[in-house]
């Protein structure tokens, strides 16, 4: 498991899975700008989409999420030193009132999108993505793609906590380790 910078000052990374060429952040930006990969997906999906979003052209779904793909890119590109990224990444679970250690994160380009960017919270406005998905249902657990984005954030956190990484400081000490 490797991490990409993802900006220069080091407050956003993604994961790179071993066997990988892609980090996480390049892999569903690519997904989601492929026409057939999403038609694939919401011919796949297409009751979620109908029940949930009330949406029933499949092009107007594949529309709407190059759409989202293409906002959610400027923000990720117009990410300043002064933007504060703990207003775009909330807690997973809407109910989590504190802070924990490595907490679980989502993301999305505005309130009505139905695209997830899932990150690990190193500390205050530092995250490290570790994918995304369309999420058509209420919950991730409702369906095998969102529940393998929930796998892969468990993933994640298990490794930098096994690898002594709780923070900012004992993660950046785990790069300098691992570039000797």
Request: proline content about 2%; overall charge negative.
């Amino acid at each position: 498991m490797k991490f990409d910078k993802i900006i220069e000052d080091g407050r956003l990374w993604a994961v790179r899975f071993d066997n990988d060429k892609d980090n996480a952040l390049q892999k569903v930006m690519s997904q989601w700008s492929d026409a057939e990969w999403l038609g694939d997906f919401f011919t796949q999906n297409f009751d979620d989409l109908i029940s949930y979003f009330r949406i029933v052209n499949i092009e107007d779904a594949i529309y709407q999420t190059m759409e989202d793909r293409d906002d959610l890119a400027c923000i990720i590109m117009d990410i300043t030193p002064d933007a504060n990224l703990d207003r775009f990444f909330r807690p997973l679970e809407n109910s989590r009132a504190s802070e924990m250690i490595l907490g679980r994160e989502k993301g999305r380009p505005h309130r009505r999108s139905w695209l997830r960017l899932y990150a690990i919270k190193l500390n205050v406005g530092i995250y490290i993505i570790t994918g995304g998905a369309i999420k058509l249902t209420r919950t991730m657990q409702e369906r095998e793609h969102t529940l393998q984005e929930l796998e892969k954030m468990e993933k994640v956190r298990n490794f930098l906590i096994r690898e002594g990484v709780f923070d900012e400081d004992s993660f950046t000490d785990y790069q300098k380790e691992v570039t000797l």
